[in-house]
Nanobody, 115 residues
Framework: QVQVVESGGGLVQPGGSLRLSCAAS????????MAWYRQAPGKQRELVAY???????NYVDSMKGRFTISRDNAKNTVTLQMNSLKPEDTAVYYC?????????WGRGTQVTVSS
């Protein structure tokens, strides 16, 4: 079984930064993709970015240049550095792990961007 746990959310002013972390544990032998999703109130959950085991990354266009995803394979962690935050970035951010088609979600961490 695999578990993923997020941390690092909170309240930040517009233009500020936050760093989210996700720790994965359990049967992680082999390769897997880790990603961040977010869900704003009244909206569907959407992909933010993902990173493969080899470090290749992909971002949703609206996050490019502001968000950076990275991972530490030795520690089974993934982070999301978020800069120049906007009120519309307010959402619950979820860590996601895809291992050979098996999908695992964290419980989410709230990010609120407000003055």
């Amino acid at each position: 079984q695999v578990q993923v746990v997020e941390s690092g959310g909170g309240l930040v002013q517009p233009g500020g930064s936050l760093r989210l972390s996700c720790a994965a544990s359990g049967n992680l032998f082999g390769t897997y993709v880790m990603a961040w999703y977010r869900q704003a109130p009244g909206k569907q959950r959407e992909l933010v970015a993902y990173i493969s085991s080899d470090g290749s990354t992909n971002y949703v266009d609206s996050m490019k240049g502001r968000f950076t995803i990275s991972r530490d394979n030795a520690k089974n962690t993934v982070t999301l550095q978020m800069n120049s935050l906007k009120p519309e970035d307010t959402a619950v951010y979820y860590c996601h792990l895809n291992k050979v088609g098996n999908l695992y979600w964290g419980r989410g961490t709230q990010v609120t961007v407000s003055s």
